[in-house]
């Protein structure tokens, strides 16, 4: 089947460390995305790449970390710079010229002790 | 600039009865326009889209839109409400080039819920 992994599910983080969150896609698609989504609220974008090695910051990259070194995969990093990590984690991807239709990850829920 | 507004946080219909989600979207250029579904806990998954050829868009699960661009409307329809369509709804909009990868807005979002 083809789509979009992430994991973990949950992830619990104490204040001042780092955490990475996966994201994998076996969709051969060029573009991948990274939003936030907070109760209430619609998503939010982090960051995004639309080929390998290459990645721009979306609306609220602060405190967030990406790398897009394979086609498949696009790893979020959530720094301890980031002071109100607590949120529903989303990835997507899109192919090539079809950027605004998305397909998205079933979601990681980071959650700060 | 583009934005998107949903009209009803939260909108609670019986079982058998139609759904209306109401979504009013502003663009300076010819939008593409979507509708997607969340279930709790889980991703997005789109429910239906628009882009320019037929104004009346079907979707998954018996849904459908209409675009109505004198009133800036992309309204979300369902004529019988099942319990399984209880669930978040986001109205999203697009500019319709090809070049601003970043510029997808989504809005804040409907909570169906469905009553037996």
């Known amino acids: 089947d083809g789509g979009i992994t992430q994991s973990p599910k949950y992830l619990f983080r104490k204040e001042g460390q780092n955490v990475t969150l996966s994201c994998e896609q076996n969709l051969n698609h060029d573009a991948m995305y990274w939003y936030r989504q907070d109760p209430g609220q619609g998503l939010r974008l982090i960051y995004y790449s639309q080929i390998v090695n290459d990645f721009q910051k979306g609306d609220i990259a602060e405190g967030y970390s990406v790398s897009r070194e394979k086609k498949e995969s696009f790893p979020l990093t959530v720094t301890s710079a980031q002071k109100n990590p607590t949120a529903f984690y989303l990835c997507a991807s899109s192919p090539l010229g079809s950027y605004n239709e998305q397909f998205f990850g079933p979601g990681t829920r980071l959650t700060v002790l | 600039a583009q934005s998107v507004t949903q009209l009803d946080s939260h909108v609670s219909v019986s079982e058998g009865t139609p759904v209306l989600l109401r979504c009013n979207y502003s663009s300076s250029y010819s939008p593409s326009l979507f509708w997607y579904v969340q279930h709790p806990n889980k991703g997005l998954q789109l429910l239906l889209k628009?882009?320019?050829?037929?104004?009346l868009v079907k979707g998954i699960n018996g849904f459908e839109a209409e675009f109505k661009k004198s009133e800036t409307s992309f309204h979300l329809t369902k004529p019988s409400a099942h319990m399984s369509d209880a669930a978040e709804y986001f109205c999203?909009?697009?500019?319709?080039?090809?070049?601003?990868?970043?510029?997808?807005?989504f809005g804040p979002g409907t909570s169906l819920s469905v009553i037996p």
């Open positions: 999203v909009v697009s500019d319709s080039r090809e070049t601003s990868y970043d510029k997808v807005i």
């Open positions: 628009y882009t320019s050829a037929a104004t």
